[in-house]
């Protein structure tokens, strides 16, 4: 029996999507395919476009077995805890044989390689990033200055280290291959080269077009449920469950609904409670304190903040943060006490319902099928991370047009989807 897993949010399910699934089972030879997936809210510090249950359904109906949960303390976070929480689930299922990642690059042999000089830190490469940074240089100037030096002549990529680790799925795919010698995994790596265009590309390029183009699309275009275009990106499966949410005002959902909320908390709490929350750091909480009292828009709030050291995508998570009550510290110790404290399954076919079997008896890790069965669960550290996801999704449904589907408590009362 072979197993595959996926790390993935689909937000939505497009066609390049569909073109890395089947790849990815070909190029592996799996039996049976495993997608751990980001929830309501995503790794960029935003809501996903229809929620979770709805890109579980397309996942499902896409070729995917079995699809879990990446919780949302590691879901909206950097590409080093995004990526280690994602690979420990995997990891912790006892039954997955490889991982399939894209990437840039598309050579696992050089992305592992640079990946085991940043796990291992080796003292010469540790002198080498000191003696750059020490030069006044940025850090990510210095750590590529310091892989250069340290590869040399060894390895024959080393002209082309800046793109390599600069491009958003190389980053991922290196942090991936980080996790598994930190977990010391025997979970086998593969990665196919992504097709066309980046993932931040904000235009249709046809076919196969960007996550952000498609939702930057919708976001643009009131008439989209009839736009030939847009069909064009994704697998009709998925354009349906799309047009599901849509119709029954589920979707789109958008950063910008959400900014009365953001405002109305970052008035009220003190800049101590902002100092606490993830990312913040040097005075970040009184740039962000001053600005929230001075605009009444969310993209105002961000251009306030936002500067080339406090990215956009680091100031999101941070807003979306003040909602779910996730601070530093309680991250620190989610981290220290091993990271996901659960598996939860979001949904399966028929297949998934057969692996999910061995999953059981061979996971290292709770299973939660039904979610309201671990709402008084004697692991503190597991009922607060399942807390956390709660309010996640309590405070995502304001999101929708639709005020009938906007009742709290659905985390615990949404059916897992079965195909």
């Not at 696992?108 to 390689?113: A, C, F, K, S, V």
């Not at 319902?353 to 039904?370: D, E, G, M, Q």
Request: with cysteine; charged share 20%; glycine share 6%.
């Amino acid at each position: 029996m072979k197993v595959l897993g996926l790390i993935v949010e689909y937000n939505p399910f497009h066609n390049g999507h569909l073109y890395h699934l089947e790849q990815s089972k070909k190029l592996s030879g799996a039996d049976y395919t495993v997608c751990v997936m980001s929830g309501n809210l995503i790794q960029r510090g935003e809501p996903a476009i229809v929620n979770k249950w709805a890109r579980t359904k397309m996942a499902l109906l896409s070729g995917a077995d079995l699809v879990i949960e990446l919780p949302v303390v590691y879901a909206m976070s950097s590409a080093e805890f995004f990526a280690y929480g994602a690979v420990k689930i995997l990891d912790s299922l006892g039954v997955i044989n490889s991982i399939c990642f894209g990437s840039e690059n598309g050579r696992i042999d050089e992305l592992d390689m640079i990946a085991g000089v940043l796990y291992k830190e080796p003292d010469e490469y540790r002198s080498l990033l000191k003696n750059a940074l020490d030069s006044g240089v940025s850090y990510p100037a210095a750590r590529e200055s310091a892989l250069r030096k340290y590869l040399g002549n060894t390895a024959s990529f080393v002209s082309d280290i800046d793109k390599i680790i600069s491009s958003s799925n190389n980053i991922l795919g290196i942090e991936y291959l980080k996790a598994l010698k930190k977990l010391e995994s025997k979970i086998e790596p593969l990665t196919i080269g992504r097709v066309n265009n980046s993932y931040n590309t904000e235009q249709l390029t046809g076919h196969i077009s960007s996550a952000t183009s498609i939702r930057k699309y919708i976001l643009d275009n009131s008439d989209y449920t009839d736009a030939e275009t847009l069909k064009n990106t994704l697998p009709q499966t998925s354009f349906s469950v799309l047009e599901e949410e849509f119709e029954s005002g589920r979707g789109p959902v958008f950063a910008y609904r959400f900014q009365d909320i953001i405002l109305a908390v970052l008035r009220q709490i003190t800049t101590e409670q902002i100092k606490v929350l993830p990312y913040v750091s040097e005075g970040l909480e009184n740039r962000i304190k001053h600005a929230a009292a001075g605009t009444g828009s969310l993209s105002e709030l961000l251009e306030r903040i936002v500067t080339k050291r406090y990215t956009r995508t680091r100031i999101q998570r941070t807003l979306f943060s003040t909602l779910t009550g996730l601070t530093t510290p309680e991250f620190e110790t989610f981290n220290k006490y091993g990271g996901p404290q659960y598996i939860r399954i979001l949904g399966f076919n028929k297949n998934g319902r057969k692996l999910l079997s061995h999953i059981n008896k061979n996971a290292t890790l709770p299973v939660i099928v039904k979610t309201a069965d671990f709402k008084t669960s004697c692991n503190p550290l597991l009922k607060r991370m399942l807390e956390i996801e709660a309010i996640s999704t309590d405070l995502y449904v304001l999101g929708y047009q639709n005020s009938h589907f906007k009742k709290a408590g659905q985390e615990f009362t949404q059916n897992i989807i079965r195909i």
